[in-house]
Structure formats: structure tokens, C-alpha cells
């Protein structure tokens, strides 16, 4: 089976920096990548399918990058709302979901 | 929009059971599969089971493999997810999950399972 990893698990960052977080996954997955953001209390949401495409209405300072093994998620200026948990996600031939181990987003 | 509400949680000995359902509206859930995902208290997120959009195919995780059952009724528009056996460690979060192209496009609230004694 194929397992995702995710660096860091956490960071703290302030309001208008630029965000950066890595996943990369055991074996080579194509752009079959997604990232979900996670707030407490709320359920997750998609912003990001196929390693590098903005889902419909999630804010274009939200990006995705990467193919193969290595994949990159930036938030181009923080902003308060942000704050969440981070996931990215690998879904299989059998279309079971594999998920990363989550990085959390903190304001400094 | 689409809208998925989950129901079913609650308070639950070990060893014992529940049915989950999760109500989906706002599109043809005919043509859909849908996951459950849960998150337990101060982890990640956890991939359970899946269903296609027939029923014809389900899939789970083994670690709910043998106790937890996922089924739809394409009629109602619903999926369910019946847990037997439960232990403590599946206290969680429950949420279902409209399957779309490679991903979870659309997520319920959650329901809230606690195994207790």
C-alpha cells in the first residue's frame, strides 16, 4: 500500500507570509493528489484536486504543486481565517482514500 | 449545492453497536460513491469504507474490516454505516463523503461516536 507523509506536522506563521508544506508519497502517484483544509468543529473541505487544480470557489492565494512522488502546498499570504489543519490525500485504484498525517497551521 | 447530514451518533458500550446514516440532497446521488472518513480525538483523518454509486462494490479499511458494513438507498438517497463490535479506539468523528472524480468533494459535519463504559 501506498503511505503519505507530510512535512512539517506543524508551523507557525504570521498574517501575510507565505506558507509552504510538503507531501510526498511512497511510491510514484502521478498527479493523483488532493489537499483538504480541517478547521476544528467544521468538515474538512477540498481546495485542491489532481496536485494543482483550485477547486471551484477556494481563494487563488491556495496553490498545488508536484507529480510523481513529491507534491507542494503554498498559501501565498496567510491570512487569519487560514488556520486550520492541512491534509493531502491519495485515492487508489480501488478508490480507497489514503490520507497524510495532517500538518497544523498556527498564527506566530 | 450539494449537502450531506450525518445522524446516528451517540454513546456507546464496548462491544456494542450502531447505525450511522448520512442524508445526501442538491444532486443525483444515483451517480455518486461515497466514503466514510472518521477522525479520532487528537488524530488525523482516518479512510473507512467505500461504496459505489451502485452498491454493486464496497471497500473498508482493515482496521473496520468484519465489523463495520457500508450500504446505500439509492430511493431514500442515504448511506449508512452499520458498526458492530465497536471499541474504544473507534471513537471518532464520523463523516461521509461524496466520492467525485479521485476525490472527497463534498463532506457532512460529522457525527459524534463515543465507545464508553
Known amino acids: 500500500d501506498i503511505q503519505m507523509t507530510q512535512s512539517p506536522s506543524s508551523l507557525s506563521a504570521s498574517v501575510g507570509d507565505r506558507v509552504t508544506i510538503a507531501c510526498q508519497a511512497s511510491?510514484?502517484?502521478?498527479?493523483?493528489l488532493n489537499w483538504y483544509q480541517h478547521k476544528p468543529g467544521k468538515a474538512p473541505k477540498l481546495l485542491i484536486y489532481d496536485a494543482s487544480t483550485l477547486e471551484v470557489g477556494v481563494p487563488s492565494r491556495f496553490s498545488g504543486s508536484g507529480s510523481g512522488s513529491d507534491f507542494t502546498f503554498t498559501i501565498s499570504s496567510l491570512q487569519p481565517e487560514d488556520i486550520a489543519t492541512y491534509y493531502c490525500q491519495y485515492t487508489d485504484e480501488l478508490l480507497r482514500f489514503t490520507f497524510g498525517p495532517g500538518t497544523r497551521v498556527d498564527l506566530k | 449545492q450539494a449537502q450531506l447530514v450525518e445522524s446516528g451518533g451517540g454513546v456507546v458500550q464496548p462491544g456494542g453497536s450502531l447505525r450511522l446514516s448520512c442524508a445526501a440532497s442538491?444532486?443525483?446521488?444515483?451517480?455518486?460513491?461515497m466514503h466514510w472518513v472518521r477522525q479520532a480525538p487528537g488524530k488525523g483523518l482516518e479512510w473507512l469504507t467505500f461504496?459505489?454509486?451502485?452498491?454493486?462494490?464496497?471497500y473498508y479499511a482493515d482496521s473496520v474490516q468484519g465489523r463495520f458494513t457500508i450500504s446505500r438507498d439509492n430511493s431514500r438517497n442515504t448511506v449508512s454505516l452499520q458498526m458492530n463490535n465497536l471499541r474504544a479506539e473507534d471513537t471518532a468523528i464520523y463523516y461521509c463523503?461524496?466520492?467525485?472524480?479521485?476525490?472527497?468533494?463534498?463532506w457532512g459535519q460529522g457525527t459524534l461516536v463515543t465507545v464508553s463504559s
Open positions: 511510491q510514484d502517484i502521478s498527479n493523483s
Open positions: 461504496i459505489f454509486h451502485d452498491g454493486s462494490k464496497k
Open positions: 442538491g444532486y443525483m446521488f444515483t451517480i455518486y460513491g
Open positions: 463523503v461524496r466520492y467525485n472524480s479521485g476525490r472527497g468533494d463534498y
